[in-house]
């Protein structure tokens, strides 16, 4: 589940797919999307392209990405009260999404950051880090099931 | 029933999901949209003989019947799945499916409440959450819903049952904000008195009672709730989202 594991080769081969299907969901110029382009901030993606899109990366990769699951997964091992308070993402938090989202830009991360403005840091390469999670997911699945 | 001549409702070529559809309304709304030239994929609990007597009764039309139960989000998954896998789009989901479990609230037991909640209400989540994704990534699509005028106005013994299509009602009204912005719409049909299987005992109990506070006088049939079903999937209900249509003979003005 670390992201440290994540190359960019890997994230490199499904970018090109990520970002036509983004481009799809979207109803944007593939050029647009980015892997450093914020979904929120830079392509204009409203809550509900987030589930449009996961729902097109699910067909395209051919991997299921379970729904609402995104913050959840982003929060790791932290309990819900360890990772935010009233709303508000705590320290701890903070420095867990920084790692889970290494590749957010750390001046994006506003201070206080309040848990729904998560999605707002959300980029391409996001995505792309998301798919190959599931791919990986997917094949260890796979693997240990009976022949 | 006649088959209806209507020409070019915009529903021909489209795909349609009727859930429950081997009786009742459910088979009537089936009927209706395949006469439109729809093909329709109706669902069924466990009455398969049912279900495959509506085809048979439909023959040169495009029916075809698989056994779903609603209340089960995964199976829900795998039939929306496999259905776009073979057609890439559904254009229509009508929630038909439900049970009716009557009894005074202090006679029911545990599993009259479940039953008719986990199949009215979770049902028709577990659907609309199978195929709202992929009516959201064509930007079009509608939803029909059946309610029930207990959504509304309830009468005795029918606290489960009432409650059921009130979270309905109020279902149809929140979806239809949340999936207008991708050119979906979101109705509900809700009918009064029906002459169906499932609301026997209702109309036996009440007798006469009943048709007096119908202001047209008769019970209604099937085929009048999917007529009220085939309008708000065609064409003609592209500009209406978030209402329910009220199919009683005038039975809640009373």
């Keep these: 589940m670390s ?15 990520v970002a036509e299907t983004m481009a799809d969901a979207l109803g944007c110029d593939k050029e647009k999307v980015k892997l450093d382009a914020s979904l929120i901030g830079d392509l204009g993606a409203e809550s509900i392209d987030f589930l449009d899109i996961i729902f097109r990366l699910e067909r395209a990769f051919k991997v299921k990405i379970p729904r609402g699951k995104i913050v959840e997964e982003a929060r790791g091992q932290l309990s819900e009260s360890e990772f935010e308070k009233g709303g508000v993402v705590t320290d701890a938090g903070v420095a867990r999404l920084k790692s889970f989202l290494s590749e957010v830009p750390p001046e994006r991360f506003k201070t206080p950051l309040k848990s729904a403005e998560i999605p707002k840091l959300f980029t391409t390469e996001t995505f792309c880090k998301m798919v190959i999670r599931q791919q990986r997911a997917t094949a260890a699945d796979g693997g240990a099931k009976p022949a | 029933m006649n088959e209806p001549k209507i020409i070019d409702s915009g529903l021909s070529g489209g795909i349609a999901i009727v859930t429950g559809g081997s009786r009742g309304i459910g088979r009537a709304i089936v009927e209706i949209l395949a006469a439109s030239g729809m093909e329709v994929i109706f669902t069924f609990r466990d009455n398969s003989a049912a279900a495959n007597e509506v085809i048979a009764a439909n023959p040169g039309k495009k029916i075809s019947a698989e056994q779903v139960d609603a209340r089960d989000s995964a199976a829900c998954a ?5 259905i776009i896998d073979r ?10 499916a439900g049970v009716i479990r009557d009894n005074l609230l202090a006679m029911l037991d545990d599993d009259d ?15 609309t959450r199978a195929v709202a994704p992929y009516m959201i990534s064509k930007r079009r699509g509608k939803i029909v819903n059946i309610s029930s005028v207990s959504g509304e106005k309830g009468g005795r013994g029918q606290t489960n049952y009432a409650a059921s299509k009130g979270a ?7 979806l239809a904000v949340e999936l207008a912005p991708r050119g979906i719409t979101v109705n509900a049909v809700a009918p009064g008195v029906i002459e169906t299987e499932m609301s026997r005992t209702v109309r036996e109990l009440a007798g006469d009672q009943i048709q007096s506070r119908i202001l047209l006088k008769r019970i209604g049939k099937p085929e009048d709730i999917a007529n009220a079903v085939w309008f708000l999937s065609s064409k003609f209900a592209d500009y209406i989202t978030g209402e329910i249509l009220h199919v009683d003979g005038g039975f809640k003005m009373e």
Excluded at chain 1, 6 to 15: H, L, Q, R, V
Excluded at chain 2, 115 to 122: G, K, P
Excluded at chain 2, 168 to 174: R, V
């Design chain 1, 3 to 17: 992201n440290e594991n994540i190359t960019k080769e890997e994230i490199a081969t499904i970018f090109p797919k």
């Design chain 2, 78 to 82: 795998a039939f929306a799945e496999k």
């Design chain 2, 87 to 96: 057609t890439e789009k559904i254009d229509l989901l009508v929630n038909n």
């Design chain 2, 113 to 127: 409440i479940k039953a008719v909640l986990d199949t009215n209400v979770t049902g028709t989540f577990n659907m």
């Design chain 2, 168 to 174: 309905i009602n109020a279902l149809t009204k929140a």
